[in-house]
């Protein structure tokens, strides 16, 4: 793709990459990419907003440069310094000497650790703002959304919101840039898995910050990654609010891991037992053969969770250990929740389970419901009965 118009001025000049496959080192992008955005805004002084990763740079500068021509770039604006927006500034700063880079009291430390820059900086500091001419910028601190140096930039003329991460999804746009060229259920998931997995854990810093913009006349909102919105900026708007305020819908989610099929079994009567309770959206999740990511987005969408696990040598199972790490993360404090420890002679699963309660201060539906082995007509029984008080505490 080109540059494209945002604004009178404004331009986008972001790339896709679907080269990287797991972002963060961490989360699969399943061949859907991922885009990195940046712009420019052509006023009598020219402003470059981030960058992008360095493996895309030379497209990123290539449509700097169809924008501006032979002019010089005035200033780099740096919202944040997660290298998949910080990493061309090397390049663009070796482009253009003499470019002042802005930057809050936080953003120069780590740029100065990650790529040796620590000249022609100028720092600005909330509410702040700078003149390029016809368009002027406003700077807001967003510190923890998703770093601790990161900022937004807002242009008061057009009252567009370079807004960082923030606002961001997963899946780079194909052939059209808006959200009015997209279909945006398409993006519902890749922006509920970005959410959850890079913003999840500051969800409450996320909220100040929407707050915080919440008093600006927004017209467009340019994020870091995923969709511009210009056409209905109130759809992500609405969606990201709801995920902060960890607002979740009826459903139940059951991850379970399983050896030899039996915690299976026990999961899979779990569900029936759920839907004959009159539970209608079930989400049964493998731990070992799904990625953590769809788990956790399913788990921030719905109300209900159920995590079920074998004990392994008096642990619990290691690829449950790995859900409970990132859910001890990211809390489940706005859920009801529900546990079944599958044993053979010895326990362990409960152990780890327990200790995850009383870390997460979880609201447990009932005790830890213990199986031994293949789920006798006993334990049966208490599977029926655990997902009726599932069932009964999500009324
Ligand atoms: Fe897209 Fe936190 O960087």
Same mark, same amino acid.
């Given at each position: 793709?080109?540059?494209?118009?945002?604004?009178?001025?404004?331009?986008?000049?972001?790339?896709?990459?679907?080269?990287?496959?797991?972002?963060?080192?961490?989360? $699969?992008? *399943?061949?859907? %990419?991922?885009?990195?955005?940046?712009?420019?805004?052509?006023?009598?002084?020219?402003?470059?907003?981030?960058?992008?990763?360095?493996?895309?740079?030379?497209?990123?500068?290539?449509?700097?440069?169809?924008?501006?021509?032979?002019?010089?770039?005035?200033?780099?604006?740096?919202?944040?310094?997660? $290298?998949?927006?910080?990493?061309?500034?090397?390049?663009?700063?070796?482009?253009?000497?003499?470019?002042?880079?802005?930057?809050?009291?936080?953003?120069?430390?780590?740029? /100065?650790?990650?790529?040796?820059?620590?000249?022609?900086?100028?720092?600005?500091?909330?509410?702040?703002?700078?003149?390029?001419?016809?368009?002027?910028?406003?700077?807001?601190?967003?510190?923890?959304?998703?770093?601790?140096?990161?900022?937004?930039?807002?242009?008061?003329?057009?009252?567009?919101?370079?807004?960082?991460?923030?606002?961001?999804?997963?899946?780079?746009?194909? %052939?059209?840039?808006?959200?009015?060229?997209?279909?945006?259920?398409?993006?519902?998931?890749?922006?509920?898995?970005?959410?959850?997995?890079?913003?999840?854990?500051?969800?409450?810093?996320?909220?100040?910050?929407?707050?915080?913009?919440?008093?600006l006349e927004i017209g467009t909102i340019c994020p870091s990654h995923g969709l511009i919105w210009r056409d209905n900026p109130g759809h992500i708007l609405n969606q990201y609010v709801k995920m902060s305020k960890k607002e979740?819908?009826?459903?139940?989610?059951?991850?379970? %891991?399983?050896?030899?099929?039996?915690?299976? /079994?026990?999961?899979?009567?779990?569900?029936?037992?759920?839907?004959?309770?009159?539970?209608?959206?079930?989400?049964?999740?493998?731990?070992?053969?799904?990625?953590?990511?769809?788990?956790?987005?399913?788990?921030?969408k719905y109300k209900g969770l159920f995590l079920a696990s074998p004990s392994y040598y008096g642990k619990i199972y290691p690829k449950m250990a790995n859900l409970l790490y990132k859910l001890?993360?990211?809390?489940?404090?706005?859920?009801?929740?529900?546990?079944?420890?599958?044993?053979?002679?010895?326990?362990?699963?409960? /152990?780890?389970? *327990?200790?995850?309660?009383?870390?997460?201060?979880?609201?447990?539906?009932?005790?830890?419901?213990?199986?031994?082995?293949?789920?006798?007509?006993?334990?049966?029984?208490?599977?029926?009965?655990?997902?009726? /008080?599932?069932?009964?505490?999500?009324?």
């Amino acid at each position: 793709m080109k540059a494209v118009k945002i604004k009178d001025d404004i331009f986008w000049i972001g790339v896709n990459d679907y080269q990287t496959t797991l972002f963060e080192g961490l989360w $699969p992008l *399943d061949g859907q %990419g991922v885009s990195y955005n940046a712009y420019v805004i052509n006023d009598e002084k020219v402003a470059v907003i981030d960058t992008v990763k360095y493996i895309k740079e030379d497209e990123y500068l290539e449509k700097l440069k169809s924008i501006i021509g032979d002019k010089k770039v005035d200033y780099l604006i740096v919202n944040h310094m997660e $290298p998949d927006h910080s990493s061309g500034i090397v390049q663009l700063f070796e482009a253009y000497p003499e470019m002042k880079i802005i930057g809050n009291k936080k953003t120069f430390p780590i740029m /100065k650790n990650f790529y040796d820059i620590d000249h022609n900086l100028i720092e600005v500091c909330d509410g702040e703002s700078l003149s390029l001419g016809k368009h002027t910028l406003q700077f807001y601190m967003t510190p923890m959304v998703h770093w601790p140096e990161s900022m937004v930039t807002f242009e008061v003329t057009e009252k567009v919101l370079f807004s960082m991460d923030v606002f961001g999804s997963f899946k780079a746009p194909v %052939g059209g840039i808006f959200d009015d060229q997209n279909d945006l259920d398409e993006f519902e998931l890749p922006t509920r898995r970005y959410y959850s997995t890079i913003v999840g854990k500051v969800a409450g810093q996320a909220l100040k910050a929407l707050n915080k913009l919440g008093g600006l006349e927004i017209g467009t909102i340019c994020p870091s990654h995923g969709l511009i919105w210009r056409d209905n900026p109130g759809h992500i708007l609405n969606q990201y609010v709801k995920m902060s305020k960890k607002e979740t819908d009826d459903g139940v989610v059951i991850c379970y %891991g399983s050896m030899y099929g039996n915690t299976q /079994k026990a999961a899979e009567l779990l569900a029936v037992a759920l839907k004959e309770a009159g539970v209608k959206t079930i989400k049964l999740y493998d731990v070992a053969q799904t990625d953590i990511s769809y788990m956790i987005a399913d788990i921030w969408k719905y109300k209900g969770l159920f995590l079920a696990s074998p004990s392994y040598y008096g642990k619990i199972y290691p690829k449950m250990a790995n859900l409970l790490y990132k859910l001890a993360e990211i809390k489940v404090d706005n859920h009801k929740v529900g546990f079944l420890a599958e044993y053979s002679w010895s326990g362990g699963a409960d /152990k780890s389970f *327990d200790e995850f309660a009383c870390d997460t201060k979880a609201d447990l539906i009932d005790e830890i419901l213990m199986i031994k082995g293949a789920p006798d007509e006993t334990e049966k029984n208490a599977i029926k009965a655990i997902a009726a /008080k599932m069932a009964e505490s999500l009324k």
